[in-house]
T-cell receptor, first 112, second 111 residues
Framework: DAMVIQNPRYQVTQFGKPVTLSCSQT?????MYWYQQKSSQAPKLLFH???????NEADTPDNFQSRRPNTSFCFLDIRSPGLGDAAMYLC???????????FGSGTRLTVV | DAKTTQPPSMDCAEGRAANLPCNHS???????VYWYRQIHSQGPQYIIH?????ETNEMASLIITEDRKSSTLILPHATLRDTAVYYC????????????WGAGTKLIIKP
């Protein structure tokens, strides 16, 4: 089945140690998104790619970066994770236009 | 800021219809209403969306009032697996990223 896959499902990293989360899709959607979701809160958009065009939300910290080497893959890099970055990170894809998003299962990040 | 208001929680008996309300009184003419749900520890799942007409798919029905200031998501025969947080979201038409999430409704289906 076409889907959005996030790896790993759970990630533990040390305070200040760079970490990369990955997302892949078999849907051939041209838009990919990264969301951060903290406990009991709605997802918060960090940034998105429309094809290769990168769009950063104004309040996304510089500590968060993203790469999209091709249509299928997108990465979230956290350069120096702090305790406040512990959260669920969700990747989503969509076709351009008024279509629903397809979300991955998320990566739960723990910072120790 | 969120453009939707939802009750924080609701209960529904298994097998009955679950009706989840959402207020979006400041919605603009070019904004859609989307519904997603999130089962514990999973990614959100798309349910349905609409602009001004009522919509139905295999999962649910969406009823939008004529003035578009509110809507209701209907799960016709709720099962225990429908227990989740349901998000009513406003999305700017033809925008690739502007999903404006509300706080969601925790729906608990009881046997």
């Amino acid at each position: 089945d076409a889907m959005v896959i996030q790896n790993p499902r759970y990630q533990v990293t040390q305070f200040g140690k760079p970490v990369t989360l990955s997302c892949s899709q078999t849907l051939n959607h041209n838009v990919m998104y990264w969301y951060q979701q903290k406990s009991s809160q709605a997802p918060k958009l960090l940034f998105h790619y429309y094809d290769k065009d990168f769009n950063n939300e104004a309040d996304t910290p510089d500590n968060f970066q993203s790469r999209r080497p091709n249509t299928s893959f997108c990465f979230l890099d956290i350069r120096s994770p702090g305790l406040g970055d512990a959260a669920m990170y969700l990747c989503a894809t969509s076709r351009a236009g008024n279509y629903g998003y397809t979300f991955g299962s998320g990566t739960r990040l723990t910072v120790v | 800021d969120a453009k939707t208001t939802q009750p924080p929680s609701m209960d529904c008996a298994e097998g009955r219809a679950a009706n989840l309300p959402c207020n979006h009184s400041t919605i603009s003419g070019n904004e859609y209403v989307y519904w997603y749900r999130q089962i514990h520890s999973q990614g959100p799942q798309y349910i349905i969306h609409g602009l001004k007409n009522n919509e139905t798919n295999e999962m649910a029905s969406l009823i939008i009032t004529e003035d578009r200031k509110s809507s209701t998501l209907i799960l016709p025969h709720a099962t225990l697996r429908d227990t989740a947080v349901y998000y009513c979201i406003v999305r700017v038409r033809d925008s690739n990223y502007q999903l404006i999430w509300g706080a969601g409704t925790k729906l608990i289906i009881k046997p």
